[in-house]
DNA sequence: AACATTGGATAAATCATACTTTTGATCCCC
DNA sequence: GGGGATCAAAAGTATGATTTATCCAATGTT
């Protein structure tokens, strides 16, 4: 799966740090020695400090003369950065984490739909009715991993053709959301008939250039996910 | 005004070094040599080294070894991070990113109204009252500046209110967009009273727990605000 | 001729160390 | 007790040495 650990020490010593930060176990208000790090990770100084650079520049520490690195409240930290999403996906605020996430989809993810109605090509609502169909056959069939795979192409798809690529840049939160909905079990385990039903709605008002109808559908299936996560 | 050049040669390389990315100077596909950047900026490796990793973890560019730093494709980037936003904002695509985050908003915002309806603490509903008579006083007087930070002031206790970390996250996003607005013209000399009566609106559902409403007002003031843009 | 193997060159990655600058803290004098 | 000089700690910067990955080409094999 997307294992995007470069290779190198220095990216596998900030995944550690972030991690530690993440966890609680660095506290927001303490402070670290890059020697002290040093040892801890058995590498040089150089390895620490790039590691540094990078967890200051996500907002996570920050780093002073004659005082060391303190690691910074939450409030300060990029919460849109996809390491730290991913560090909290993998600690124990997954849940919580979710459900932000979810409730974020609600709002994008219907103007994006809208704005697709206008700017998808050809191709892509041939990308998003192939998806839909995809998702029919894996959702009756049972197997719900292809029926992940055919979601994320959808809502990916979706989100490029809209045309704004700030909207696009939100691809893998969405990808996280629904694979984490049901690698967590937060799904039925038949997807509801009636979803799918809505993606082929989105599909069609999409190819055929209605925004209202695309954003209402598309607010349909997430008001839905939201109501069905409520319900765990 | 939000200046957070932190000193330090590094940070100033990486400055540098982003601007000449995103205004297409450095294009994607070409190829830097550590050794070439030293010379350019008269630093050590040390500093170059260290904004290239932040610049990595930004996605725009990716480190090979044996054939150098290779500026990447936009997809890879990191739109969230603010440093790219602000580059972006400081380059010629300003105002095709201002709509990109305008349409954003639209999305976001009416949601956080609504999750703010059954969230907000008293004092946040106080800061949303005492917001909106800010705006209401200095959109009169035509203190255009004053009613933009009373502006600024109402959103931000709004997606703060919300309860959702990562709406509160875009808090700076929001900020952006008013202030680029009011700067660049894109606004009318005097705010029109319509708006303020929504976002009175708004603070009103909060403060009485009703999110239909507050999504609904808060709808009013997105959707006007890009239909002002568009105008342009 | 097409393909696999090997070897060398290259540039980043890492390490080690020395030197500089900032700044919190202490001490001293008034 | 307050204010300024002084000290020292820790990050910041610079640089040389060494390691490692990998592209490229030359060579050899089928």
Redo the contacts with the bound molecule.
Sequence with gaps: MGDDNR?????SVLDQLGTLVVSGEYAPGQV????QLEARF??????V??A?RVLESMGMVS???????TVSVRAAWNLFDPRIIRWRLDSGERESLLRSLGELRRGVEPVAAALAATHATPEQCGELTGAVMRMAVHGKSGDLEAYLAADIDFHRTLLEASGNEMLGALTTVVAEVLAGRTHHHLMPVLPEPVAIRWHAEVAQAVQAGDPVEAERAMRDIVEEATRAMVGD
Tied chains: 1, 2.
């Design positions: 290779p190198g020490l220095h990216g670290l020695r890059i020697e058995g590498v040089s100084r150089t390895v400090r790039e540094i780093s002073r003369r004659r005082v060391g690195v």
